[in-house]
């Protein structure tokens, strides 16, 4: 049964790598690690984490220093943004200097506590804070970058590795540069001995994934299973090859660091997908290849030494770094398909499950002496098409595949319903939704294949268009010029829309309505640029991967049950207590089901349609006021017409 509220946000934060520790009041230990924070008490080995969805501010986390006369954690993150925490968690932002106009380098390189201020060594001079009071009380401008600073016998000190160390008086005008003299050439800061405060944390596990990167997801058989990500042909983040996934509450991680077996990089990989005739047999595949696993463990690597796999026809010596497969799937058969990018002479392969390869190799994959360049997102549709996307500014492409007549169809030239060409730079993702539509996200926004006209040779995609309602008989196009990075559909066929810079947006069953738009200033979405996106069609939560870590949010859909009965549908929290203020679920519903509210006497309260299989209530009459203690009934009605009471709900006021 779910147990986390319709509406709620959730962080999944790696802290494997810690990188500073701060002695905090009492047996309090604070701890920065792989750039997010939690706490350990020594006396009761408590841990307890902050993220952006339970506490803090921002994301990404530079330093951490504790006042010890405020009783605050001082808090800088990547982007300059502060956070002030005291000792009950609760957090202060102090956001002045973080949206502050100033053109200098608001870079903060370090940080210096004295008595109830903290002095912040900047990339222009000095900011003192006001811990205590939480306010900036000064900024001292000294026209370079001070890397630390200090106070000494009177002295505040300014030491900067490209100018030597400058000193004032704290008893002169500190904003006057005038005041400050050079007194010595730049010693490095020497770094506080915490060792033993880091031996104190060394045996504490908040848990977590290992990394923060989550560039590809994908949710199958009751698990979140997930890669890094981090490459295409315009950009190389080198992010460390693992494969982490998500089994309730516990994360496993695959064997990593393979680089020390194979003898070459182990970094970037971009797809994955789990052996439907075994759970425990895994394939995951990048720029560098295509890398086996059973049970977690390493089981072989497959390039153009050991496969019919080649090599990058634009690297100009052959290397083991460049064998690029940045898409695989499994079909219902256990035969793993592939398409090998960027090759001279090879493109769609499937290796059967007797390993087996088997080449499909067609002209129609070749563009300018090559495979298309970056192919990814593949997926088997209803009709058992094969579909992949070319995410390349130089063809972007959609490309589909049927093996039961070998046939290939390869989309470039993108017509709208309008008789309009669309000039696309990049096709990033496709999904299908539950009319069988298939939908892909662009640099120009959505575009939708209907049913019907996925098999012509020369499809016309539909720009979703989205009255005005002004009167004025207008419309605009479906988040026209948004960047779409990555989608999914959830199952009331809701589309969930990731963006490059944007956010989320999620939209209506009917195309047309924007149900949320999430972004990091109005929401807890750790980020507005989304890699990827999975859905829990079970529970309904809805898995964001961003550019700073992993998120999720419990949204109002599920997938559909075939059938409802008593035993499969339930309502939750259930009964509804006085203190309790959220949203009412009713879940195990069949898809679109007319759902009414109703008193025991037959009075309707409140009624509409399931979201996939998920129905909520605020526990409001229709005129918004909150309904008397007693019990509510449930009562659906199907598509075919089949009516009935599923379950109850008892309301405590």
Wanted: with cysteine; glycine share 8%; proline share 2%.
């Amino acid at each position: 049964m779910q147990a986390a509220q319709t509406g709620s946000w959730k962080a999944y934060m790696a802290y494997s790598n810690i990188q500073d520790v701060e002695q905090g009041s009492g047996n309090v230990i604070y701890v920065l690690a792989s750039n997010n924070i939690y706490s350990y008490n020594t006396s009761d080995q408590s841990i307890q984490t902050f993220d952006k969805t339970n506490s803090l501010s921002d994301c990404n986390v530079s330093y951490i220093s504790y006042n010890k006369y405020a009783k605050r954690l001082v808090i800088v993150y990547s982007n300059q943004n502060i956070d002030l925490m005291d000792d009950k968690g609760e957090v202060i932002n102090i956001s002045d200097y973080y949206n502050s106009s100033i053109t200098l380098d608001k870079s903060i390189n370090d940080i210096y506590q004295s008595a109830g201020y903290a002095y912040l060594s900047t990339g222009f001079g000095i900011v003192k804070l006001n811990v205590a009071n939480a306010e900036i009380s000064d900024t001292y401008n000294l026209g370079f970058k001070v890397n630390y600073s200090y106070l000494d016998s009177g002295y505040l000190y300014a030491a900067s590795a490209s100018n030597g160390i400058y000193r004032a008086p704290t008893t002169v005008n500190l904003l006057d540069k005038n005041n400050w003299k050079r007194v010595a050439d730049y010693v490095a800061k020497t770094s506080d001995d915490k060792g033993s405060l880091i031996e104190k944390v060394s045996k504490a596990n908040p848990g977590g994934p290992k990394y923060n990167y989550f560039g590809f997801m994908r949710f199958y058989n009751g698990n979140l299973y997930t890669c890094g990500g981090g490459w295409n042909p315009d950009k190389d983040l080198m992010r460390p090859g693992c494969i982490q996934v998500l089994k309730g509450d516990e994360w496993t991680e695959y064997q990593d660091n393979l680089q020390n077996i194979t003898g070459h990089s182990y970094v970037n990989l971009m797809s994955m997908d789990v052996d439907p005739n075994d759970n425990s047999h895994v394939f995951a595949s990048g720029r560098i290849g295509l890398y086996e696993f059973k049970n977690g463990k390493f089981v072989k690597e497959y390039n153009y030494t050991n496969s019919p796999l080649q090599g990058a026809a634009t690297v100009q010596n052959v290397s083991k770094d460049y064998v690029i497969v940045q898409g695989l799937r499994f079909d219902d058969s256990s035969n793993l398909w592939l398409f090998n990018s960027n090759s001279a002479t090879t493109s769609l392969f499937e290796l059967t499950s007797e390993n087996k390869w088997n080449s499909f190799h067609k002209n129609i994959f070749m563009n300018d002496g090559r495979s298309f360049d970056n192919m990814t997102n593949p997926f088997f549709d209803s009709r058992k098409l094969l579909w992949f996307v070319d995410d390349y500014w130089g063809y972007p492409a959609l490309v589909s595949y049927n093996k039961s007549t070998d046939k290939a169809n390869v989309i470039h030239n993108f017509v709208n319903q309008d008789g309009t060409k669309l000039t696309l730079y990049y096709v990033r993702c496709a999904a299908e939704d539950k009319e069988n539509n298939i939908w892909i996200g662009t640099s120009v926004g959505p575009l939708m294949l209907e049913s019907s006209n996925v098999t012509d040779e020369n499809p016309v995609f539909q720009q979703i268009k989205v009255p005005r309602n002004d009167g004025t008989n207008y419309a605009d196009y479906l988040l026209s010029g948004v960047d779409i990075t990555c989608m999914a559909v959830d199952g009331g066929n809701r589309k969930w829309f990731g963006t490059n810079g944007n956010g989320v947006y999620l939209v209506s069953s009917n195309n047309i309505e924007e149900v949320h738009h999430f972004t990091e200033d109005n929401s807890k979405l750790l980020s507005n640029n989304i890699e990827s996106i999975a859905i829990n069609g079970t529970t309904g939560e809805v898995f964001f991967g961003t550019d700073k870590g992993l998120c999720s949010y419990v949204s109002d859909a599920t997938e559909a049950e075939s059938k409802m009965t008593n035993q499969s549908v339930y309502a939750y929290p259930n009964p509804v207590r006085p203190d309790y203020t959220g949203l009412i679920t009713v879940t195990g519903l069949s898809y679109n089901a007319d759902v009414k509210i109703v008193t025991s006497s037959g009075t309707l309260i409140a009624e509409g349609r399931s979201n996939g299989g998920l129905f909520t209530w605020d526990g409001n009459d229709k005129n918004g006021r909150r309904v008397a203690s007693g019990v509510y009934m449930v009562e659906t009605a199907t598509q075919d017409g089949s009516k009935g009471v599923v379950c109850k709900i008892a309301i405590v006021n």
